[in-house]
């Protein structure tokens, strides 16, 4: 089976890649400019800047499954309207663009990594594929209306489309939070972090667990024109997270319990307000459809992928 990805040499897409591969795959990337983080049987389309509605045709041809995983995550201008914007030329409008190229290609499925941002910021009871959508910030709501797009555009034109929708996504070289946790850890010095009484509760999930998945939706028929929900099932709070992060390392670590309404307070005064809203809020998702419609489960623990990351730290 031929396979295409778009963002290959983000944190997600490179596990990815190299999981297909060992599973005997034909991949394909459509890059922005080349790189030689693969070995030489990925083929690789330099089609340019993305936001400049590129041409894929080439990298199309005679492929099965598209698994796009391209997008924008931040933006410079803090202009509320130029930031939507921004977050829609990419996330939005090439998300479609290259749907379309794909149908013209003969492509028959297209698998879409969204974001648990669309269901929500926070909840008191675990999201649901059916939950109305409640997307808060600029990269869910574009994130959102790409979805939109996609499922029209496969009961107009028959095309398959699942769309992912994962939590915080953890492993070796992950970006924000989780990374910042990570290295605050494995430092050679660890200073003290006002973590210590954070009792939210919030779902995640391993990039070997995301990946696993990925690879399940490309060929079951049970995936086509569905969303899902996904987690590790093991749903903690950051003060527990930060313990088994610390565990993993092999550290000890002094969490002080500091109230949580002050320290959102005083990460406003930083300008990073949200960052702490996300840190201490709680966010669950019930995964249960993707076992009972793909009979799909976790391939690897917590704890293990702790160690997996300790260890590549290290």
Known sequence: MKIMLTGATGFIGKSLVFELLQQNFNVSIAVRQKTNLFPCKVKQFVVG?????????????????VIHLAGRAHVIDKIKTSELNGFRNINRDLTLHLAKQAIDSGVKRFLFLSS??????????????TDTPNPQESYAISKYEAEQDLMRLSQDTGLEVAIIRPPLVYGYGAPG????LVKWVGAKLILPLPLGSVKNARSLIAIDNLVSFIITCIAHKNAANEVF?????????TTQLLRK???????????????????IFLAGLLGRRADAIRLFSSLRVDSSKAKELLDWNPKITMDEQLLKIAKAQK
């Not at 509605?53 to 041809?61: E, I, K, M, T």
């Not at 669309?118 to 594929?129: A, D, I, R, S």
């Not at 939070?177 to 910042?180: C, L, S, V």
């Open 49 to 65: 800047d993305f936001g400049d509605n590129p041409d894929f045709s080439a990298s199309l041809a005679k492929v099965d499954c």
């Open 116 to 129: 648990i941002g669309v269901n929500g910021n926070q909840n008191n009871k675990p999201f649901l594929e």
């Open 177 to 180: 939070n989780f990374g910042r």
């Open 229 to 237: 929900l996904i987690s590790d099932r093991e749903d903690l709070s």
């Open 245 to 263: 992060i610390a565990k993993a390392f092999n550290k000890k670590i002094f969490l002080l319990p500091i109230p949580v309404q002050l320290m």
